[in-house]
């Protein structure tokens, strides 16, 4: 079956440790996305990639960093430096003209 | 900013009743308008969608009706039942908006009681 895998399901991090969330589709959708959702706030768009080694910002990137090597693949890492890390990371794909495919998401908890 | 406006935040509705969920928007360019349904610990997919030509479209029980004039658009969910109890996402993308990136409303949490 294509699809999108978040891993893991769940995640607890310390304060002030970098962790990294990974992302794999076998869609062979060119476009990936990363979002956060907050209760009452919806999907906000953190960082997106429409073509390998290449990325750009969304409306929260402050604080995230990502990567494009490969096609499959869009990891992504929550610094130290990101205020409020705690919540639902989402990620998505696209091939253009088609609907977004999300994953099914990674809880971050850090204390 | 592009904003998409979704309310309420929360329904409640007896099995057998009527769901309704209301958006509005500003951008009088967007031209795509999908809701999305997502259960709990899952991602959303996609439910229906709908462009600015049409004014309704129907799928099975779920159906979008838009008002063009008043930047507004709407799900119903006709015959509500207990499995459709989830959190509901309306969305916005189009015009100039940059790798035509969807706009997420901020959601509304469905529960359909027995």
């Known amino acids: 079956d294509g699809g999108i895998t978040q891993s893991p399901k769940y995640l607890f991090r310390k304060e002030g440790q970098n962790v990294t969330l990974s992302c794999e589709q076998n869609?062979?959708?060119?476009?990936m996305y990363w979002y956060r959702q907050d209760p009452g706030q919806g999907l906000r768009l953190i960082y997106y990639?429409?073509?390998?080694?290449?990325?750009q910002k969304g409306d929260i990137a402050e604080g995230y960093s990502v990567s494009r090597e490969k096609k499959e693949s869009f990891p992504l890492t929550v610094t130290s430096a990101q205020k409020n890390p705690t919540a639902f990371y989402l990620c998505?794909?696209?091939?253009?003209?088609?609907?977004?495919?999300f994953g099914n998401g990674t809880r971050l908890t850090v204390t | 900013q592009q904003q998409v406006k979704q309310s309420p935040q929360s329904l409640i509705v007896q099995k057998g009743g009527i769901s309704i969920i209301n958006c509005a928007y500003e951008n009088t360019a967007f031209d795509y308008f999908p809701w999305y349904q997502q259960f709990p610990g899952k991602g959303p997919a996609l439910l229906i969608a709908?462009?600015?030509?049409?004014s309704e479209k129907k799928e099975g029980r779920f159906t979008i009706s838009f008002n063009k004039s008043a930047k507004q658009f709407s799900l119903h969910i006709m015959d509500s039942q207990p499995g459709d109890s989830a959190t509901y996402f309306c969305?916005?993308?189009?015009?100039?908006?940059?790798?035509?990136?969807?706009?997420f409303g901020g959601g509304t949490r469905l529960m359909v009681k027995p």
């Open positions: 869609l062979n959708h060119d476009a």
């Open positions: 709908i462009r600015p030509d049409v």
């Open positions: 990639s429409q073509i390998v080694n290449d990325f």
């Open positions: 969305a916005a993308s189009g015009g100039n908006n940059a790798g035509n990136m969807l706009t």
């Open positions: 998505a794909s696209r091939q253009r003209g088609s609907p977004l495919h």
